[in-house]
């Protein structure tokens, strides 16, 4: 299969009062074409860091992307001048994030914010453009979109107004999605409307998606292969069903097991001890280590190696090896 | 084997709040019908869940258990006893008995007061004991949710999300309750630590014989927690039935699109879209009949002009919905 984005070695570090926040440390993965990759884990694991270093948004002067390489469609974007990387946000890469609310400007109109990436990637004025962005609220399925186009997003509801954000950002045909928690403000029955808007845009124009989320059940539903992070790296990689019948890292293994279910009766959950540790002075050897029940005296000193454990599925564990 | 007396029942409880208008001469101009006259029992040893999309009402009905809101009418009744009959000591006793834990543990937790004094709080207010017995009422609580020895003598900032919860869980249980209200208990935390929270939740709940009413959106969490489910829409209750049997056999339409809505535990498990259309209506002007006609595929005639009443189906099944009115 094709891939359209490879992420290598990428490292994303926060310079601060305190120390270097080794958020991103080391990520590697790729997304082919029509794919939808999840990135999961808990929060600081640095999963929103690195969909935000994919589109080179790292809040400045504090977080800066010291290494690696991101490759899209070929071509490495961290070298690429401030105007080229401007070319390309919208265009072959958007995001859509977490709330609807802080995402929108509430001062312009719906209309004027979707015309605004028209505008800007494919050029067009006046009338073309208009029916483009009318096209684009019919896409993703809010009805009368004549009149919507000229509301604020104050006016319309959460489940909207991320419609809305969806129409934007594959208004200009991208290539990658990049979906950082979109649905964690909307409600079960809205929650489970966008995700199938996204899946049936997504069979329409084959966009690949990378999924950012912290629920398991968005990645059971949506995702064809996950990476799963902690504390800045990532642990373990798989197809999805390969993830969960058969995880291979601890820490996999316990996020699968420390939710709860709506469709069995579960008796009593799985759960870690502890939390993440803090990403400023990370511990040696695993970061897992301290909250994990296998650990032996290799996990102490030195990070393990990636191992292959099947098809498809690597895991960074000294277990193993 | 139920006791016959309920712990806590409401009885066509309503809330309405006015929606007014202008500054000086405000005058009313409609209302919000949060809670529109619900009716359920919550027995001892249980807990029992409620569930539903945002602006359902199912805060409004904690705050009025709580008494933090003042109810428009119905009654509420704690071990047998009407709550608006409550006086001095007998209300002292009733708040006591009745504690929250609330959502955020950021919002919920007094920043400048140390641990030691968030949990005590209650029991000096409330109880004569002197102050070695706080002491070590305070000791014993804080090992009993799990937190590090020494965290008496720390500020709530201190710690994580999942630890300040475990204060919340503290200082409610301080005057030993029978009924902890959990509002979104869990929805605020991590992955992990939500599993924290719940185990020790259900662990209290058995070494204490608490009761809980649990409020959530989270079906799964619901689930897990619950030994009887109430689902509400629009300041109505649509179903309730003990969880097994809700999450089974489901009969209202909106019971069965929301668990159909919910995430699946496995990506192989592909289950019936009942997918439905728009969004919560707004409380303000809810629709004519049933609240939920408008979105729900099995409408038909009646439901957009009579309300349907909560009916029994079989022992503890009760549903609201014009398909299951004739038997």
Redesign the interface.
Known sequence: MESVLEVKNLKTYFYTRWGVVKAVDGVSFHLNRGETLGIVG??GCGKTITSLSLLRLVPKPAGRIVGGEILLEGENILRKSDEDMRMIRGKKISMILQDPMSSLNPVLSIGYQIKEAIRIHQRLKGKPLFEKAKQMLEHVKIGSPELRLKAFPHQM????RQRVVGAISIACEPTVLIADEPTTSL???????YL?LLKDLQAETHFSIVFIT????????M?DRVCVMYAGRIVESAP??EI?DNPAHPYTH??IS?????????D??????G??PALHHLPAGCAFKSRCGKFDHRCKDEYPPEVDVGPNHKVNCWQMT | MKPSIPLLKAESLKKHFPVTKGLLFSRTVGWIKAVDGIDFEIFPGDTFGLVG??GCGKTTTSKMILMLEKKTSGALSFEGSDIDTLQNEDLARFRGSVQAVFQDPFSSLNPRLRVADIISEPLVENQTLVKSEIKERINFLIEQVGLPQGSAELYPHEF?G?QRQRIAVARALSLNPRLIILDEPVSAL???????V??LL?DLQQNFGLTYLLIA?????V??LSTFVAVMYLGKIMEAAPC?EL?TRALHPYTQ?????????????R?K?I???G??PSPFNPPSGCRFHPRCQQAFEPCSKIEPKLIPISKDHTVACHLHQAS
Request: charged share 20%; glycine share 4%.
């Open positions: 808990e929060s509801s959460g489940g909207m409600d079960v029955t809205v929650q489970a409307q199938k912290h629920d398991l059940g968005i990645v059971a539903q995702c999805v069903i969960f316990a996020l420390s939710v709860p279910a709506v469709d069995k009766d579960v009593r959950l799985f759960s870690i001890e939390q993440p | 999309e945002s994580s999942g991590d992955v992990s630590v939500s599993a924290q719940l185990n259900k959106h989270n079906l799964a969490t689930r897990y097994k999450y699109a929301l668990i159909s809505a919910a995430l699946p535990s496995h990506p192989s498990i289950r879209e997918i439905v259309s969004e919560v």
